[in-house]
């Protein structure tokens, strides 16, 4: 197989959203290493700085842009910035989320169910209608890939029922929007990670040694994924490898949902 690099992203720009930390991090690293400038999107600033300051030490471009994807105008901003610096938009990323309400249906919170729709689902439809009215207005269209999970799409775990439903939702906007939106020269598709090397994937209290033992029993792979590997596949989706793929949901998760 070559090794030779590929720059299958250059003179493009991308957004990715919840930039700061684990799959976005990678995912944002993934396309600037591939020649795209970079807008890094999540709540915190910190890490977003941390994030772009990896991407230039390794020759890049990108810029943090603090945003709530669960606000509509921050998400419009966030578009607006990334148009602003770099020109247009062409690939972006839905992959802020967050998991919240743990536990029997029975006992979820109000709040947490709340927040989960909130972030997860309303805070990919934001990000959707922001990124295709200006993907719409541009010659060479766009890519958009969400973060969706195996979890509520592709398998049922018990004691992540809200959660699922979020992923569900994200996934099925995934599939309506990709119809809805091909004729506008907007390609939509997700990846739908499982347990992956992220924070998200610890239990309470679980290290990550811990949650490695757990998953040798759990996963039929025996392992996460690497961020890396969750990130090739959101290239691929991006790229124009896929430039027939409308609509996919291409599950990541090292046969949990098979
Ligand atoms: N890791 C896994 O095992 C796994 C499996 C399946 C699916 N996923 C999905 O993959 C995505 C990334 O998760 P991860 O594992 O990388 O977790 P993570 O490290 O916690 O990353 C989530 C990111 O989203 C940002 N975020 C959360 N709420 C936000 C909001 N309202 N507005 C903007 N940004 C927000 C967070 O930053 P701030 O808090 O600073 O905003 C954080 O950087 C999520 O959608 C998750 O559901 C993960």
Redesign the pocket.
């Known amino acids: 197989m070559s090794t030779a690099p590929r720059n299958r992203f250059s003179g493009s720009t991308a957004l990715v ?8 991090r990678a995912i944002a690293l993934a396309l600037a290493a591939e020649g795209a400038n970079v807008v890094a ?4 600033a910190a ?1 977003l700085d941390e994030t772009v300051a990896l991407i230039e030490a390794a020759g890049g471009t990108a810029l943090a842009h603090p ?4 606000r509509a105008d921050d998400v419009k901003a966030a578009v607006r910035t990334t148009v602003d610096r770099f020109g247009s938009l062409d690939v972006a990323v839905n ?5 919240r309400g743990g536990g029997p249906v029975a006992d979820l919170s109000a709040k947490d169910w709340q927040t989960l729709l909130d ?2 689902v309303t ?1 990919v439809l934001y990000g959707l209608q922001a990124q295709v009215a200006q993907m719409r207005t541009q010659e060479s269209g766009g890519a958009i890939v969400n ?1 969706s ?3 509520g799409p592709h398998r049922t775990q018990s004691g992540a029922t809200a959660y699922g439903v979020s ?1 569900a939702a994200v996934s099925a906007l995934t599939r309506g929007a990709a119809l809805d939106h091909i004729a506008d020269g907007v390609r939509i598709n997700a990846v739908s ?4 090397a ?4 610890l239990r309470p209290g679980e290290t990550e040694a811990e949650r490695d033992v757990r998953m040798k029993g759990e996963s039929p792979l025996g392992r ?1 994924a690497a961020t890396s590997e969750v990130a090739a596949a959101v290239l691929y989706l991006a790229s124009s490898d896929a430039a027939s793929v409308v609509g996919a949901d291409l599950v990541i998760d090292g046969g949990a949902s098979a």
């Open positions: 959203t919840g930039a700061g930390s684990g799959l976005g999107v999540g709540r915190t890490p945003a709530d994807v669960s992959n802020a989320g967050v998991f972030i997860n805070g973060i999970s195996n979890i992923k990670p499982g347990a992956s992220t924070s998200m994937s996460v």
